[in-house]
């Protein structure tokens, strides 16, 4: 094995434990926060929310599919196997979960927890929206556990 494969595995490795940490403990930390009801509580939370999303999830995203795909492409790996398409395409569809959910949901929290966060009335369409994006992060959380299973335990 070549000392480039390596590094890029050990990078690649580097964006996995960002990404999946960041989730993890971001769906953790905003749960509990609402379990609170606490306004001021709720506010400060979707705002670590929101950013963590953008350095840590965004971040690790971005490094674990740079290191792969360079991976990829500088050891000839088959592209075709069924370990990287099925890894690959719960990595994509995780993404599209949160680009087109997940985010936008949790923009539309922090703007309502701004203002509830001085008024100290949470409305109920703060809490629709909980529910939505525990659901979809939930599944936007199962697809790369799968997907670190099929990285894992891939047939050589």
């Known amino acids: 094995m070549s000392n480039t494969y390596l590094w890029l595995k050990a990078i690649h490795l ?9 989730i993890i403990v971001t769906g953790w ?10 306004p001021q509580i709720i506010a400060f939370a979707q705002r670590q929310v929101t950013l963590t999303d953008y350095i840590f999830t ?3 995203a971005l490094i ?3 290191a792969g795909v360079a991976n990829v492409i500088l050891h000839h790996m088959d592209y075709s196997a ?8 719960m990595f994509v569809l995780s993404g599209i979960i ?7 949901t949790q923009i539309k929290q922090a703007k309502m927890a701004s203002v509830f966060a001085n008024t100290n009335k949470i409305p109920d369409s ?7 994006w525990n659901v979809f992060g939930a599944i ?17």
């Open 126 to 132: 703060y809490w629709k929206l909980c529910t939505r």
């Open 14 to 22: 580097l964006g996995v434990v960002l990404f999946l940490g960041n």
């Open 58 to 60: 965004a971040g690790g």
């Open 29 to 38: 930390w905003k749960v509990m926060a609402d379990r609170t009801q606490n």
């Open 98 to 104: 949160w680009a087109v959910i997940l985010i936008p």
């Open 64 to 66: 674990l599919f740079i």
């Open 82 to 89: 069924k370990w990287l398409t099925q890894g690959f395409l």
């Open 140 to 156: 936007a959380v199962i697809l790369p556990l799968i997907n670190l299973y099929w990285m894992t335990f891939k047939t050589a």
